[in-house]
C-alpha cells in the first residue's frame, strides 16, 4: 500500500528556515517520482519541485525557483523540502505526492496517483 506521510510544519517564525520531511513506503521509489506542492489560503495549489526515482532529474515550478531545494538522499525513502528563509507568503498546506513515472514533467503537471494529508506551515510576521 502507497503511503506518503509529510512531517515538519507547524508556526515558524518568518525569516526561519524550514525542512518539511515526505516519508515514502509501500512502493520503490526508483520508479516514481515525487513532488511537492503546496496550497496557500484562498489559492490554487502549486507545484514546489519534482524529483525523479533515479535522483539525477529535479524540477522547479517557476514561481518558485531558486527558493527552494528538493532532495532524497542515498538509500533513504525520505524526500525533503528546504527553504532557507520564509515568509508571510509561504503559509500554507505542503503535500507531496508520487506518481509512477521515470521523469518529472517538463511544465509541473499535478496529475500525480498518490497523495500525502499534507502539513500546515503557518509563518508569523
Known amino acids: 500500500q502507497v503511503q506518503l506521510v509529510e512531517s515538519g510544519g507547524g508556526l515558524v517564525q518568518s525569516g526561519n528556515s524550514l525542512i518539511l520531511s515526505c516519508e515514502a513506503s509501500?512502493?520503490?521509489?526508483?520508479?516514481?517520482?515525487i513532488g511537492w506542492f503546496r496550497q496557500a489560503p484562498g489559492k490554487e495549489r502549486e507545484v514546489i519541485a519534482c524529483?525523479?526515482?533515479?535522483?539525477?532529474?529535479?524540477y522547479y515550478g517557476d514561481s518558485v525557483k531558486g527558493r527552494f531545494t528538493i532532495s532524497r538522499p542515498t538509500a533513504e525513502k525520505t524526500i525533503y523540502l528546504q527553504k532557507p528563509s520564509l515568509s508571510s507568503e509561504d503559509t500554507a498546506v505542503y503535500y507531496c505526492a508520487a506518481d509512477f513515472r521515470d521523469r518529472c514533467p517538463d511544465e509541473g503537471d499535478m496529475e500525480y496517483e498518490y497523495w500525502g494529508q499534507g502539513t500546515q506551515v503557518t509563518v508569523s510576521p
Open positions: 524529483i525523479s526515482g533515479s535522483r539525477l532529474m529535479k
Open positions: 509501500g512502493f520503490d521509489l526508483h520508479y516514481f517520482i
